[in-house]
């Protein structure tokens, strides 16, 4: 099989490596697309996230959708042809935090394209049967494979433990920002206020969600709950100033490993500060929202590649107005119009 490889020295190649058998309990997924997230276009700008460092040749990639073409042990054989999203999470059945149900806080967590894990960015990988979730026909490949970012934004949205008719500030109108947008209006918020200092992005994010956009700094009325998607520590400090006594601030955008906070804000108002880390449980919520029109995920990709491509795929983040990136493992290039597979292997 044809992977993309980004070695030590941050040069991506594309190599031929053995197709993959998949273990007991596994199933063999021949991948049809992969998005691209930013986490992946650090790896190749630094060569590493916090304690994760790229030391040998990784494959890139973590959103992925695809076919189950084989199955392991202990796995039924029906699976077989049925379209998939991929969960890309390996925990550690046995650790605690996996057997109270924050399986993706598991200490030992074998996470695609997570040195030294490699990840979706080839023609074929392995996974755990209980992580191929079943796609409906209806549902995109490229829909598909943007379940794993949304997930990221049911998580956030759940810590922000908001109500029917709710407010929320979110921080940041990348696609994590976007996909926060979209699952707050799906959950029936009244208000919710996208900051953000790039004009395009913020009529995107009106497009995909928000009532209301800021430029940063401006005055915002006091909100319930604030999600970051942007990682800036101003932004964050503003955030948490918008709340209301009691409310709830959540940080998934990745940004400095410290920064400053009011404290004597956060004490005074009973606000109760947390982080997300991917996420748990969350494929099914992602599928019912993507079936009934809830979110529109085939909007948000804006640019295609092939797997030679991938290197424009992760500089695709340059182009104004662009959103998501999706790649096609199967093609050495993107020339052709975007293919229907929603029924292509059904």
């Known amino acids: 099989m044809r992977a993309s490889v980004l070695s030590p020295g941050r040069q991506l190649t594309v190599e031929t490596r053995p197709v993959p058998r998949p273990g007991p309990g596994d199933v063999l997924v021949q991948v049809s697309a992969v998005g691209i997230c930013g986490s992946d276009t650090h790896y190749l700008r630094h060569g590493r996230i916090g304690e994760h460092v790229v030391r040998e040749p990784l494959i890139l990639g973590h959103e992925a959708a695809g076919v189950i073409v084989d199955v392991g042990a202990g796995v039924q054989s029906s699976r077989i042809g049925q379209r998939v999203s991929i ?10 935090e996996t057997m109270r149900g924050d399986y993706h806080l ?47 934004g049911l998580a956030s949205i759940a810590k922000a433990s908001v109500r029917l008719g709710d407010s929320l500030l979110i921080s940041g109108a990348g696609p994590i920002g976007l996909m926060c947008a979209q699952v707050a209006r799906a959950a029936g918020l009244s208000r919710i206020v996208v900051s953000e200092p790039d004009e395009q992005r913020r009529s995107q994010a009106l497009r995909f969600g928000a009532t209301d956009v800021a430029v940063p700094g401006t005055a915002i009325a006091p909100v319930d709950a604030f999600v970051d998607a942007s990682g800036a520590p101003a932004a964050v400090t503003a955030g948490i100033s918008a709340l209301r006594p009691g409310g709830r601030a959540v940080l ?16 005074n108002r009973e606000i109760v ?22 979110v529109d995920l085939d909007s948000m990709v804006t640019a295609r ?23 096609y493992p199967a093609l050495s290039r993107y020339t052709e119009p975007r293919p229907d597979t929603r029924k292509a292997h059904s």
């Open 106 to 152: 598991c200490p030992a967590m074998r996470f695609y394209g997570t040195p030294p894990v490699d990840g979706a960015l080839t023609e074929f990988v392995t996974i755990g049967s209980a992580f191929a979730h079943a796609v409906p026909d209806d549902v995109s490949d490229e829909a598909a494979a943007l379940f794993e970012p949304l997930s990221v």
């Open 273 to 294: 500060l947390t982080g997300v880390f991917r996420y748990a449980n969350t494929w099914p919520t992602a599928t019912r929202l993507a079936t009934t029109g809830a």
């Open 87 to 96: 969960e890309p999470q390996r925990p550690d059945p046995t650790s605690t």
């Open 252 to 267: 998934v955008g990745m940004g400095a490993d410290t920064m400053e906070l009011p404290i004597s804000l956060i004490q």
């Open 305 to 327: 590649f092939g797997l030679d491509e991938l290197s424009e795929a992760l500089n695709a983040d340059h182009i104004t107005g662009h959103i998501k990136a999706v790649v």
